[in-house]
């Protein structure tokens, strides 16, 4: 029954946005906890069909954020190791294509301890 109550809040939630159309992205909140209840509602045994009615939002949408929103509890950075010589120095690979080239070690981490 639970996870009934925090359906029809969730329907709430998004229907207090408005209607959504390109361009207009639902806020980072809503969309972790519109995740999350899709997972454990899926991990129940839950269709995915009937998961989108519930919340009166697209099937595509409800699967492309459930499979691609990390756990709350997921590390923001991943442990890496250095291995041999760049001979351009690295390149960081970040997020939403960011990309770092020509940095040495020392600089590359004082650069994620910035952004930290």
Known sequence: ???KSTGIVLRAAVQALGERRAGLRYPNEIRAR?????RQRRGDGEQLKAIAAE???RRQLLRRWSESEPAPDA????PVSVVGDAPHGLV??????????GLDVDALAALLVRLG
């Open 55 to 57: 919340l009166g939002m």
């Open 92 to 101: 960081l690979h970040g997020p939403r294509g960011i990309r770092v080239e």
């Open 75 to 78: 590390p923001a950075f991943l």
């Open 34 to 38: 519109v995740a999350e209840y899709v």
């Open 1 to 3: 029954m639970a996870a």
